[in-house]
């Protein structure tokens, strides 16, 4: 099974866009979904910018509703490489009972083997390849990405639902790996560039015989346009450049971590 999720961990939406991809690419068909009301704060009190982070979203066209969203959690399912898939958002409420829905379909369905694909943003610049970074349930399971260029996650700090969900694994006889890219923080919006090397990397992981080469033409789009932005600004290119020298080396500058700050100081937004 594999899990993607907004919210928490979907930075350039590259959770969402992964698993989006993979659904379409393996023509996954919908096998269920969880109900979801009670697992959402659909309203919740501050300013107006804060507040939309949780409502449903809505349509409105000449004074008609065309088009109303809520939270909405559903299950595919690829036959032919016995793969399910899962697309919602992060549970604010009820964390166990979410989780005891995803459990008790893959103990339906005979899941040894849990996968999360996220996001976190990072010092890594919009012409490199995402760093890529695990947890997993079982030290076990380390030896499974050694063909793979990933690290071992150390972190300290607020927990995700996938966190949550991870430590419950081995109680339930079920293993997981969560595969968290680090992508540029100061680009906004989705990021194919990112959404295209995840999905290059599970498909590697699963053994998928998918073309992505759709995506990675995108990417590089992507890539072309923001490179066209920052060469308009002189100071923001020699921040990247001094970005791409340090993933070159494998420094990790945090005097660099300020650049989003900046960037929104400066007016400039990369997207």
């Given at each position: 099974?594999?899990?993607?999720?907004?919210?928490?961990m979907?930075?350039?939406?590259?959770?969402?866009?992964t698993?989006?991809t993979?659904?379409g690419k393996?023509?996954a068909r919908?096998?269920a979904e969880?109900?979801?009301?009670?697992?959402?704060?659909?309203?919740?009190p501050?300013?107006?910018?804060?507040?939309?982070?949780?409502?449903p979203?809505?349509?409105?066209e000449?004074?008609?509703?065309?088009?109303?969203?809520g939270?909405?959690?559903?299950?595919?399912?690829?036959k032919a490489?016995?793969l399910i898939?899962?697309?919602?958002?992060?549970?604010?409420?009820?964390?166990?009972e979410?989780?005891?829905?995803?459990?008790?379909?893959?103990?339906?369905f005979?899941?040894?083997?849990?996968?999360?694909?996220?996001?976190?943003?990072?010092l890594?610049?919009?012409?490199?390849?995402?760093?890529l970074f695990?947890?997993?349930?079982?030290?076990?399971?380390?030896?499974?990405?050694?063909?793979?260029?990933?690290?071992?996650?150390?972190?300290?700090g607020?927990?995700?639902?996938?966190?949550?969900l991870?430590?419950?694994?081995?109680?339930?006889?079920?293993?997981?790996?969560a595969?968290?890219?680090?992508?540029?923080?100061y680009?906004?919006?989705?990021?194919?560039?990112?959404?295209?090397?995840?999905?290059?990397?599970?498909?590697?992981i699963?053994?998928?015989?998918?073309?992505v080469?759709?995506l990675?033409?995108?990417?590089d789009?992507?890539e072309?346009?923001?490179n066209?932005?920052?060469?308009?600004?002189?100071?923001?290119?020699?921040r990247?450049?001094?970005?791409?020298?340090d993933?070159?080396k494998?420094?990790?500058?945090?005097?660099?971590?300020?650049?989003?700050?900046?960037?929104?100081q400066q007016?400039?937004?990369?997207?």
């Open positions: 099974m594999v899990l993607g999720f907004s919210g928490w979907d930075g350039g939406e590259v959770s969402t866009g698993v989006e993979l659904v393996l023509r919908p096998l969880i109900d979801s009301e009670d697992f959402y704060i659909l309203s919740f501050g300013s107006m910018e804060l507040s939309s982070l949780f409502r979203r809505a349509k409105i000449d004074g008609l509703i065309t088009d109303y969203r939270p909405k959690d559903t299950f595919f399912y690829s490489n016995n898939l899962f697309l919602g958002r992060e549970p604010n409420l009820r964390w166990s979410f989780a005891e829905c995803i459990f008790s379909l893959a103990s339906r005979g899941v040894s083997m849990i996968y999360f694909i996220g996001s976190v943003a990072g890594v610049p919009h012409t490199r390849e995402p760093r695990s947890s997993v349930s079982d030290a076990g399971l380390k030896g499974m990405f050694e063909p793979f260029p990933v690290r071992f996650s150390n972190y300290e607020p927990a995700s639902f996938v966190t949550y991870t430590r419950l694994c081995p109680e339930r006889g079920i293993s997981m790996a595969l968290m890219a680090e992508i540029p923080a680009v906004q919006g989705r990021n194919m560039r990112c959404i295209a090397a995840m999905a290059r990397q599970m498909a590697g699963l053994k998928l015989k998918i073309n080469d759709d990675r033409i995108l990417g789009r992507l072309e346009r923001l066209e932005v920052v060469q308009q600004h002189p100071e923001l290119a020699q990247i450049r001094k970005l791409e020298e993933y070159d494998d420094v990790f500058d945090t005097q660099m971590g300020d650049l989003k700050e900046w960037m929104e007016g400039i937004r990369l997207d």
